[in-house]
């Protein structure tokens, strides 16, 4: 079974100031990795997902991740936040598309 | 397209009574799916279906019943209801048969068993 580890559970930033989230998954085959945003009491939206190809993955919302197989990470990172990037962050990982493995998330708040 | 819609939003059940959450999702997706979400636990997968007629466990089934006669629906029964099943049920949708497809979240069904 697949595992992913989300090293921060809470992570506070200033308004215009740059964050990332950090993400650790542990596998022996190939993976497909993701990276979800839930805003309160909402659902899950995808931001963005690797399949294979190029490392650094663009999202929505100006969000980015680098896939490193050597280091088995997927950190989420964005140059700027904004106030309406406040909310839960959750990585996750699938080896067969059957079933997905979600971290415990990371929550994030922008402060002004 | 409403996308996947889960009824109903909240619902407040006593130890042992039984209930059926709702999902439905009209994009004409495969895979469904149930997870339940826990303070500092994430999202965990309770039970998934890739078609009608066809269903399996994930990492936490015990408890729950689920069934998929149409290609739309995705019931999740609980049969008898602890106070450890309350929690956030959420379902997600996808395509299937193509590996790494982006799942669809509904917006969550509060269960509180007391």
């Known amino acids: 079974a697949q595992s992913v580890t989300q090293l921060d559970s809470q992570v506070p930033v200033f308004e215009e100031a740059p964050v990332e989230l950090r993400c650790n998954y542990s596998?022996?085959?190939?993976?497909?990795l993701f990276w979800y945003v839930q805003y309160p009491n909402q659902g899950l939206q995808l931001l963005l997902k690797?399949?294979?190809?190029?490392?650094l993955v663009k999202g929505i919302n100006g969000f980015e991740a680098e896939f490193n197989k050597s280091q088995t990470s997927f950190h989420l990172r964005k140059p700027s936040v904004h106030i309406s990037d406040t909310a839960e962050y959750f990585c996750?990982?699938?080896?067969?598309?059957?079933?997905?493995?979600f971290g415990t998330g990371t929550s994030l708040t922008v402060i002004p | 397209n409403a996308g996947v819609t889960q009824t109903p939003k909240f619902q407040v059940l006593k130890t042992g009574q039984s209930m059926t959450l709702q999902c439905a999702q009209d994009?004409?997706?495969?895979?469904m799916s149930w997870y339940r979400q826990d303070p500092g636990m994430g999202l965990r997968l309770i039970h998934y279906?890739?078609?009608?007629?066809?269903?399996d466990q994930g990492e936490v089934p015990n408890g729950y019943n689920v069934s998929r006669s149409t290609t739309e629906d995705f019931p999740l029964r609980l049969l008898s209801a602890a106070p450890s099943q309350t929690s956030v049920y959420f379902c997600?949708?996808?395509?299937?048969?193509?590996?790494?497809?982006?799942?669809?979240f509904g917006p969550g069904t509060r269960l509180l068993v007391l």
């Open positions: 690797y399949l294979s190809g190029s490392t």
């Open positions: 997600a949708s996808s395509l299937w048969g193509t590996e790494g497809e982006t799942q669809y």
């Open positions: 596998s022996s085959v190939s993976v497909y």
């Open positions: 279906s890739v078609g009608a007629g066809i269903t």
């Open positions: 994009m004409n997706h495969e895979y």
């Open positions: 996750a990982v699938s080896d067969n598309g059957n079933q997905f493995y």
